[in-house]
């Protein structure tokens, strides 16, 4: 059904269908309008929004129902041949859509809509200012002469304009001669000028022809073919380029291409291009099956620095599930050489990498049990490290640790083994079988713990290439005893039920000596000294060598507790170790026997006590030579995501009490107006009166685009020289940023910052 309501010169009312004509007379019919008011608040509304969100379009406020009916209100009215004619201010809708133009013609039979001069439409995700236009109603579909539109593309908002359009079936829409850009319809910072432009909401992407890019008014970009994605599924086609510069590599140019192989599956091929090194392929794939997620990552280059040397780096990463029980890893990577991820790199990270691991792992996990299978083999990629300082290989390593649940008179049992075989060209190499059973006896009550464990360890080894020092079969068994214990106090400290705590906590270790110097060290190492440290029953780590121990670990820690939410406001701790005997293992034949009385002195502490403010502190100080042997303090100060400083201060010392580093951190993220983000860090050694890195950057941020600039200078992996880049990063919000991930350099650098920009 169709009705004409006409108003002025007319006064009569006029209904119709299909069937012919129906006249009605002195009956009105009422027109929601509310629909079109909100449309015009909103379009005020929209140019101080940012970015612009989509138009306020709700279908119940206009004509929609069942048999398709069609409504209308015109000044004139008349018919011809069974078409009917609308002049004046017209006003037509239709199955939830609305139209305003001076003159319409609908023919009832065929439901064809056209339209002569301007017009206004909106309707589901589409609002258009049209001249000249077609409609077909049964058909829902459309075409229009030269139109400004604004459409909702999967909750996004897209505006522009066309020489020509059309709405294609399924939601489809068709342009020609055509600009694309999700920034409010006054605001032309950015957009993509087409040929023709065609856009697939359903289906989540657009595809165009001879585009432009235009940023500022300045042609940027300009591609025969180009497809991007307008929702968040995945589509085959060029990326986004990247742009760059380095000292090693020179200004670089990436074009990735990315291909949507199957659902589980996909690639991405980028050619890297770098002024001083020449042409690089880098290729990634994606796969998903039952067993799990496995990505592969390759890259070639053949090196004009280095006459067309070929160099190459390779990586897989796995992570996969058969059932419940069993799950599997795999982590692995290779380079052609030493220097490939100097001079190929370009973060610190990269550059500090000493080894690249390959390993693969199967897990079974049941109840309290647990199973590891692994191979493991590390490629050392810094050439100043010894070979006999590198790690040795396992092929295999298979470990089993168990547990019991809660036993007769409370007792609880502890199953830890482990068998491995260790192999390292021209070294000692060999099979190494360790158990060790425990059974401790927890006694916990509110106010305080009390937990004796005795254990057992039983370590075989059976070598090959042995040396001299090392025995070809070799054994080693011993007993240990442990007693922790410690009480808590708390006391009221306001009104809310905040609570103050105070725990002391006392650990006693006696582990006999049992000569080990016969036995290789494969795997073991000495632990940083901390608070942990105090409460473990081996100072090493692997099970080359158990440390002899008669001592007594004393522990003080406090807490602050707020009363209203749990929150921890306040926690310090402050131990030492008491030695009742000499500590004679020891990693080395060379080294020192430890014969001290007492420990350094361990402290920790962090606090959030003032709003906004977090403090974190360590220190290790030795109380014989008065020094400190390694402490850290940082303050952060982070009142909001664009507000965050953060100041650091380190001191290690590696080298007994003679080699000492003393580092100095400063970094920060910091909004100085609604557009405007600096950022920067500055990490200084004091010592050696050397920066290892600076990172200066500033960011641009407006309504639909922000620019992004960081430059960094950083110590290359021999300590001495220093490489130098610069990241620049274009961000047309609703496209694929431009140029390197400035937001990925920034969270690496600044603690506490979260990139959250598209």
């Known amino acids: 059904m169709f009705c004409v309501e006409a108003e002025g010169k007319a006064d009569y009312h006029s209904c119709f269908n299909s069937n012919g004509w129906n006249f009605d007379i002195g009956r009105r019919l009422f027109i929601a309008t509310v629909g079109l008011c909100l449309v015009s608040v909103s379009r005020v509304a929209l140019a101080d929004l940012c970015p612009a969100p989509s138009f ?14 069609v409504s209308a209100e015109a000044d004139r009215f008349s018919n011809d041949g069974g078409e009917v004619i609308l002049e004046g201010d017209t006003v037509i809708e239709y199955q939830g859509r609305k139209l305003t133009a001076q003159n319409a013609k609908y023919n009832p039979e065929t439901g064809e809509l056209s339209v002569e001069g301007a017009l206004s439409f909106i309707g589901a995700g589409v609002q258009l200012e049209s001249n000249d236009a077609f409609f077909d109603i049964d058909d829902d579909v459309f075409s229009t002469g030269e139109s400004d539109y604004q459409l909702n593309l999967n909750g996004d908002r897209v505006t522009g304009s066309a020489s020509a359009m059309e709405g294609l079936p399924n939601g489809d829409f068709s342009l020609t001669d055509a600009t ?13 000028k087409a040929e023709s432009l065609k856009l697939f909401p359903n289906e989540g992407y657009g595809t165009a022809r001879n585009i432009r890019l235009v940023f500022k008014g300045v042609p940027i970009l300009a591609l025969p073919v180009f497809s991007f994605p307008i929702s968040d ?30 659902p589980n599956a996909d690639a991405t091929f980028t050619p890297r291009f770098m002024t001083r090194r020449g042409l690089q392929l880098q290729s990634e794939l994606r796969y998903k099956n039952q067993q799990g997620n496995w990505n592969f990552n390759h890259e070639f280059l053949k090196d004009q620095v280095l006459n067309d040397k070929a160099r190459s780096f390779s990586q897989i990463n796995h992570q996969g599930r058969f059932n419940e029980e069993v799950s599997s890893v795999i982590v692995a990577s290779r380079v ?10 370009d973060s610190v990270q990269l550059a500090s990498i000493t080894h690249l691991e390959q390993r693969a792992e199967l897990i079974f996990e049941q109840d309290r049990s647990r199973a590891v299978a692994r191979i493991q083999n590390f490629q050392t990629v810094d050439n100043t490290i010894a070979p006999e300082d ?34 390292r060209d021209n070294d000692v190499s060999g099979v190494r079988i360790d158990a060790s059973p425990s059974i401790t006896l927890p006694i916990v009550r509110d106010a305080w713990f009390f937990r004796p464990s005795a254990s057992y360890r039983f370590t075989y080894y059976s070598l090959s290439n042995s040396q001299e020092e090392f025995r070809s079969t070799s054994s080693r068994s011993l007993n240990s005893l442990s007693v922790d214990s410690g009480l808590f106090f708390d006391r009221l400290i306001d009104d809310r039920g905040s609570v103050q705590t105070l725990e002391p906590r006392i650990f006693y270790l006696r582990v006999p000596f049992v000569d080990q110097s016969s036995i290789p060290v494969f795997d073991s190492a000495a632990f940083d000294f901390n608070i942990s440290q105090l409460f473990r029953d081996n100072r090493f780590t692997g099970a080359d060598r158990v440390a002899d121990a008669d001592q007594l670990a004393v522990a003080l820690t406090t807490r602050t507790i707020d009363g209203e939410d749990g929150r921890e406001l306040f926690n310090a701790s402050i131990g030492q170790i008491f ?19 007492t420990s350094d002195f361990v402290g920790e502490f962090s606090t959030n006590l003032v709003k906004n ?8 100080w030795n109380p014989d ?20 400083a953060n100041v650091a201060h380190r001191v290690v010392r590696n080298d007994g009490l003679q080699g000492r580093t003393e580092q100095i951190d400063l970094s920060a993220v910091w909004k100085v107006s609604d557009h405007w983000r600096l950022a920067g860090r500055w990490n200084f050694e004091l010592n050696s009166d050397s920066s290892i890195e600076t990172l200066i950057g500033v960011e641009y941020d407006s309504c639909c685009w922000a620019v992004r600039f960081a430059a960094r200078r950083y110590i290359a992996d021999n300590g001495l020289d220093h490489d130098t880049s610069a990241t620049v990063q274009l961000v047309l919000k609703g496209l694929a940023p431009l140029g390197q991930n400035y937001g990925s350099l920034l969270e690496s650098s600044v603690t506490g910052y979260r990139d959250n920009l598209e």
């Open 390 to 423: 590198r790690p040795h290989r396992r092929l295999p390593q298979v470990t089993f640790e168990t547990s019991s649940g809660r036993l007769p008179l409370g007792l609880r049992t502890n199953f830890n083994s482990e068998f491995v075989y260790f192999d």
């Open 613 to 620: 403010w977090v403090g974190k502190g360590r220190i290790q």
């Open 336 to 345: 052609s050489d030493d220097d490939y991820l100097e001079d190929l790199g």
């Open 56 to 69: 306020a379009y709700n279908p119940q406020d206009f004509a929609s129902t069942p048999d398709d009916k």
């Open 180 to 192: 694309y850009s999700t920034c409010p319809a006054d605001d032309r910072s950015w957009f993509v």
């Open 625 to 644: 030579d008065d020094i400190t042997v390694r402490s850290s303090l940082s303050l952060s100060y982070k009142p909001s995501p664009n507000h965050i």
């Open 233 to 262: 599924k995945r589509k085959t086609g060029a990326l986004a380029p990247t742009l760059a510069s380095g000292d090693n590599t020179g200004l670089e140019l990436h074009i990735p291409w990315y291909w949507n192989i199957r």
């Open 579 to 597: 030695f009742f005997e000499d500590r004679r293992v020891t990693l080395s034949n060379e080294d020192e026997i430890g014969t001290s009385g």
